[in-house]
C-alpha cells in the first residue's frame, strides 16, 4: 500500500512511518516542520520505499502530487497541543481548517481514503464521561481561546462526513486521547514529558490548577497498530472513532506524584493557577476518558500498554540520552 502522511514529521506520523515501512509499505511524507522534526525522520532517510517533502499542506501543486501517488492519505498535519493553541490561536484555526479543507478537496478527486486525526478535545466540558463517539460536544464561550482547537477539530470533522455523505469520498475520523511516548517533547506543554523532564533536572513539577483534572494515557505504539488496521479496514468508513486507553484515569496531582517517585527526584510539586500557566480565564477539561466500545467492535483493539509502563518507558527516554531532557 502506498500511504501520504502529513505531519509525518511529528511525534505520532514518525512513529506511524516506521510501522508502515516495516510492514513493507510505500511512505510519501509532507510535513512544512512547524512542530515536527527533521530529527524523527532522519532514521527513514534512504529507505527506498520512503519519500518525503518538506513543505506545507496548502502548497497545492505539491499535496496534489503526493495525494495522488498514494492509495490512503493520514492527515496529521495540524496545530497539537494546548499551550501552542493558546499562544498562536489564528494559526491554529488556519491550519486545521484550511489544511483539512485541501486535503479533502484533492483526495476526493480521485476518491483516496482519507483517515483524519482528531481529538478528544471535542468532547469539551462535558461531564458524561465515558465520551461517547455520538455524545454531545461541549464547548465554552469563543471568548475563551482554547475551545477553537476543538472547534476546528469538529469543523474537520463535519467537512469529512459531508465529503463521505455528498461525495462518496471514503474517510475515516479517529480521535486521540492523550497519546504519550518517545519523540513527544514537552515543548508544546503535554503533561507527562513536562513533567518527566522537570523531574530529571530538579525543576519545580508544575501542577496546573487543583491537579484533581484527569486524564487517560495512550501509548504510542497501541495507536499507531490500531492505524494500521484503520487503514486496511473498509468498515472504517464513514466513521468516527475514539483511539485511547480506558484502563486507568489519573488525577494530574497524583500523576506529579508518580513521576517524582518513580524518577527518585527532589524536585518539589508546585500549584500553578490556569491563569498564569495559560491566560486568564483559562477553562480546563475536568476529566477526559474514551468509550472504545466502537474501535472494539470495529478492530479487536485492545491498549497494550499501560500507565505504569508508559512512565517508565517516557522516562527511559529522556534519562537514556540526557541531550532530551
Ligand atoms: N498540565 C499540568 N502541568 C503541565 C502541563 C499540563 O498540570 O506542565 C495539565 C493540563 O492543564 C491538563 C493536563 O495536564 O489538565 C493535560 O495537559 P496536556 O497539555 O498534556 O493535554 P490536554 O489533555 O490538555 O490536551
Redesign the pocket.
Known amino acids: 500500500m502506498k500511504v501520504l502522511i502529513t505531519g509525518g514529521a511529528g511525534f505520532i506520523g514518525s512513529h506511524l512511518v516506521e510501522a508502515l515501512l516495516a510492514r513493507g509499505d510505500t511512505v510519501f511524507l509532507l510535513d512544512n516542520l512547524s512542530t515536527g522534526s527533521i530529527d524523527n525522520i532522519e532514521p527513514m532517510k534512504g529507505r527506498p520505499r520512503f519519500h518525503y517533502a518538506i513543505d506545507s499542506v496548502m502548497n497545492e501543486p505539491v499535496t496534489a502530487e503526493l495525494v495522488d501517488r498514494a492509495d490512503v492519505v493520514v492527515h496529521l498535519a495540524a496545530a497539537v497541543?494546548?499551550r501552542l493553541i493558546v499562544e498562536s490561536p489564528v494559526n491554529t484555526i488556519e491550519t486545521n481548517v484550511h489544511g483539512t479543507e485541501m486535503v479533502l478537496k484533492l483526495a476526493n478527486k480521485k476518491k483516496k481514503k482519507v483517515l483524519l486525526a482528531s481529538t478528544s478535545?471535542v468532547y469539551g466540558k462535558s461531564d458524561q464521561v465515558p465520551f461517547k463517539e455520538d455524545a454531545d460536544l461541549v464547548l465554552g464561550p469563543t471568548s475563551k481561546g482554547r475551545w477553537s482547537y476543538a472547534c476546528s477539530k469538529a469543523i474537520d470533522e463535519f467537512l469529512a462526513l459531508a465529503y463521505f455523505k455528498e461525495k462518496r469520498l471514503p474517510v475515516v475520523i479517529f480521535r486521540l486521547f492523550?497519546t504519550v511516548g518517545p519523540r513527544q517533547t514537552g515543548r508544546y506543554?503535554?503533561?507527562i514529558p513536562?513533567?518527566v523532564k522537570q523531574a530529571l533536572m530538579g525543576h519545580p513539577i508544575?501542577?496546573?490548577?487543583d491537579g484533581q483534572?484527569s486524564?487517560c494515557f495512550t501509548y504510542i505504539s497501541d495507536v499507531v497498530g490500531v492505524l494500521l488496521k484503520l487503514a486496511d479496514q473498509e468498515a472504517a468508513v464513514g466513521q468516527v472513532l475514539n483511539i485511547g486507553n480506558d484502563r486507568e484515569e489519573v488525577g494530574?496531582l497524583d500523576l506529579a506524584r508518580r513521576v517524582k517517585a518513580k524518577t527518585g527526584s527532589r524536585s518539589e510539586i508546585v500549584m500553578v493557577p490556569y491563569d498564569q500557566?495559560y491566560e486568564e480565564g483559562f477553562e480546563?477539561?475536568p476529566r477526559?476518558v474514551p468509550d472504545l466500545g466502537r474501535i472494539r467492535a470495529l478492530t479487536g483493539y485492545e491498549p497494550q500498554v499501560h500507565l505504569d509502563e508508559i512512565l517508565d518507558r517516557v522516562i527511559e527516554y529522556f534519562t537514556s540520552d540526557r541531550a532530551r531532557v
Open positions: 497541543g494546548v478535545e492523550n506543554g503535554m503533561v513536562n513533567f508544575t501542577v496546573f490548577g483534572q486524564r494530574i500557566a480546563d477539561m477526559r
